[in-house]
């Protein structure tokens, strides 16, 4: 089987912004794994060959000439992008390696990602209809939020492709649109269990000293709850918890903003860029004076893991969550997950991780508290966490979801 994956977010840092980058990595990854050809077209860096092979992974970057002129981020000029790729992709994907493919007896699928991909989808799907190609190609599009959905012709995609979202929330939510979608979860690849680096923990904990640490990891945006967050550090600092919560935010707009809220209620923010040479531990050091530290750098994988691990809570409190995968990035490290209560399907309340159903400081204060005073039930919270975790390995999702799914699709097999 061939599989294609499309998506505007991959594995170069100019293409990675957010959970998608994470997603399409793994899941192109555990696919090459299993034994298919896999192909992965995605907005890549512009400064990079149009296509390599890496991990067994065909890397095909697209739009590179829009994105030789927007050099932020894959989405900077994304609609420019989303055109383009809509109607140069799918003819080139079908002359230079389906057809062929094809011709030769094999089978495809064709796996899309996101709002920014459906018209490349409905392009290919009329290609292989004209080519009368369509019924050896098996094509599925998924939604990992709502963004972009009131733009998307859905009884046209419908008739293209099967319909999968990245969680039960996420399929509610698309019944506002008539959509039934079917639940293809998030993964994790093997380096998400890796133990943390334990000369590293040690250190950063030596350097917290008696601060109760609460690191949060989100993108700038007022669904990710860190207002309520900051409002939680400030409580705790009231209450005399000596708090440090670590921030590491993006670059929208409403970081200025939450720093901001920090700062007037009492909380004093610094910043810090994490050297190459030394990372996590030398970026948190000497920060006593400090109530914020607001990461200004990359945080590579090691480092994270590091941190989650060091931390007393990760804070992935959402209001509106499709899924959550640092909530289960933490549990892979033996971390302790907040979660809030919306996409985070892998979370039980109390039994593997602490579940928020308000922006209340309060209600977080509370559960922690009991949680502080009992070191015993905190371990059984991570390990159980741990335990969960292993469910959502990337070989698990796929040969429990994504493939039985596909295999559905004109009563075909994937093997």
């Not at 512009?46 to 590179?64: A, F, I, K, T, Y």
């Not at 607001?294 to 809570?313: E, I, K, M, N, T």
Request: glycine fraction near 10%.
């Amino acid at each position: 089987m061939q599989f294609h994956v499309l998506s505007f977010e991959g594995p170069d840092p100019y293409a990675q912004v957010g959970g998608l980058g994470t997603r399409v990595n793994g899941l192109t990854e555990a696919l090459a794994e299993l034994g298919h050809e896999v192909h992965l077209w995605f907005v890549g860096d512009p400064e990079r060959p149009g296509h390599e092979e890496r991990d067994g992974v065909h890397l095909h970057r697209w739009c590179q000439w829009i994105s030789a002129h927007r050099r932020s981020n894959v989405y900077d000029g994304e609609r420019d992008k989303a055109t383009d790729y809509a109607a140069s992709l799918p003819p080139y994907l079908m002359q230079r390696v389906l057809v062929p493919h094809l011709l030769q007896g094999g089978q495809a699928a064709v796996l899309a990602e996101e709002w920014q991909t459906v018209n490349a989808v409905l392009h290919l799907d009329w290609l292989l209809r004209q080519a009368d190609l369509r019924e050896r190609v098996k094509l599925a599009w998924n939604a990992n939020n709502i963004y972009g959905f009131d733009e998307i012709d859905w009884p046209r995609l419908l008739n293209a492709a099967s319909i999968t979202a990245v969680s039960r929330y996420m399929k509610h939510r698309m019944h506002e649109w008539g959509i039934d979608a079917a639940v293809v979860p998030n993964g994790l690849p093997d380096d998400a269990y890796a133990p943390p680096d334990r000369a590293a923990v040690r250190r950063l904990r030596q350097g917290f000293g008696d601060r109760i640490v609460l690191t949060k990891m989100a993108r700038w945006d007022p669904d990710k709850r860190w207002l309520p967050t900051v409002g939680i550090a400030a409580a705790m600092k009231r209450a005399g918890w000596k708090p440090l919560l670590i921030a590491r935010g993006g670059t929208e707009a409403h970081g200025a903003e939450v720093l901001g809220a920090a700062r007037q209620q009492g909380l004093r923010v610094v910043e810090r860029t994490a050297p190459r040479d030394s990372g996590m531990v030398e970026a948190l050091g000497n920060v006593s004076d400090a109530d914020v530290v607001h990461l200004r750098s990359f945080v590579d994988p090691q480092g994270r893991r590091a941190l989650f691990r060091a931390s007393d809570a990760v804070l992935a409190n959402s209001s509106h969550e499709p899924f959550g995968l640092v909530g289960l990035e933490t549990m892979a490290v033996g971390g302790l997950a907040v979660t809030g209560c919306s996409g985070e399907d892998y979370a039980v309340p109390g039994g593997n991780a602490l579940v928020l159903q308000t922006s209340e400081p309060g209600e977080f204060i509370d559960q922690f508290e009991k949680l502080h005073q009992d070191p015993k039930q905190a371990d059984r919270i991570r390990r159980a966490g741990r335990a969960t975790s292993r469910h959502y390995h990337w070989r698990e999702v796929l040969e429990g979801s994504l493939l039985p799914l596909l295999s559905l699709q004109d009563g075909g097999r994937v093997a």
